[in-house]
């Protein structure tokens, strides 16, 4: 069993993927990691999740490439969110959860327990289901708000990354000249491109989507389509969708999870999108991107 990280001073995963010490602890040798750029890929090794006796994933290795989209599709129930969530140890929040296996980013084991899951969830972000704008602020203060919790409150500086994430965001040309207007004043649409301006402020490596679109119209879930399609050139983009037509549009690579008579999920298939879509290697894929069931 893998134990939530000790609270206090934890080392975290910086930007570069190395580890940092606690205070007056000389710095260990750490495994060589790339500059420190957005897109690392993350490798999954044996990965179970676990809620209580209840194992909601079972054994998943894959590789996650830099600087793609990822689609994770399967039937309803086996695990995706789940193992999006273990991406960035999110699933250790819900009571009685656990994880074994490990997730790499940069050469670092997230779960190793000197690694602070909250400095890992500045890393490895999350954009969810619905469009959750803080309600009380504004949408600068939104924007800036993980960078005011990472120590930045220069307002020079502030004022720079908030439109530099808003126009990465596709978001800046709606809304430059109400800055000071609450978040929740914004169309469907339009706040959770403001929640994807927020995860993008303090620049991540990953950037995790669990349904992003799914309660959007489809002119909104057009543009959060050709959102993700822009951004994959700088970031690693994991995606969970039970959108088939939006995995074949998106997506780089496909896995595609099912369930077994445990009720575990677990993966089929992981492969190039297209294959996946056209010349599957496993007849249950192809029974359900067709449709069969699912």
């Known amino acids: 069993m893998i ?22 602890m000389p710095r260990a040798a750490a495994p060589a990691a790339p500059a420190a750029s957005p897109g690392a890929g ?4 044996g990965l179970n999740a676990y809620y209580g006796t209840f194992r ?17 599709i399967g039937p309803s129930g086996c695990g995706k969110s789940t193992f999006l969530r273990s991406l960035n ?3 250790e929040l819900a009571p009685d959860a656990r994880v074994t296996g490990s997730v790499e980013l940069l050469g670092v084991d997230v779960y190793d327990p000197a690694v602070d899951p909250v400095q890992l969830r500045r890393v490895v972000g999350m954009v969810f289901q619905r469009p959750n704008p803080f309600p009380t602020m504004s949408i600068f203060d939104n924007v800036a708000a993980g960078l005011r919790l990472t120590g930045h409150h220069s307002r020079q500086e502030l004022e720079a990354v908030v439109e530099q994430s808003l126009q990465r965001a596709a978001l800046w040309d709606e809304v430059k000249d109400k800055l000071k207007s609450n978040g929740t004043s914004l169309s469907g649409g339009q706040q959770q491109r403001l929640c994807i301006a927020r995860a993008l402020a303090v620049d991540p490596q990953v950037i995790l989507m669990d349904e992003p679109a799914s309660a959007l119209d489809p002119i909104a879930t057009l543009r ?7 951004l994959r050139a ?15 549009r998106i997506s780089d690579r496909t896995a595609f999870f099912t369930m077994g008579e445990d009720r575990a999920g677990y993966l089929v298939e992981f492969n190039d999108t297209v294959k996946v879509f056209t010349n599957p290697v496993h007849q249950l894929t192809e029974d359900y991107v067709s449709g069969r069931f699912g």
């Open 3 to 24: 134990e939530t990280a000790p609270v206090g001073d934890t080392p975290m995963i910086d930007p570069a993927g190395a580890p940092h010490p606690p205070p007056g």
């Open 42 to 45: 993350l490798d999954v090794r």
């Open 56 to 72: 909601a994933i079972r054994d998943v290795t894959l590789r996650i490439p830099e600087r793609a989209v990822t689609a994770i």
């Open 89 to 91: 140890r999110m699933h």
């Open 224 to 230: 959060i389509e050709e959102l993700i399609s822009e």
């Open 234 to 248: 700088n970031y690693t983009i994991v995606i969970v969708t039970h959108n088939m037509q939006q995995a074949s």
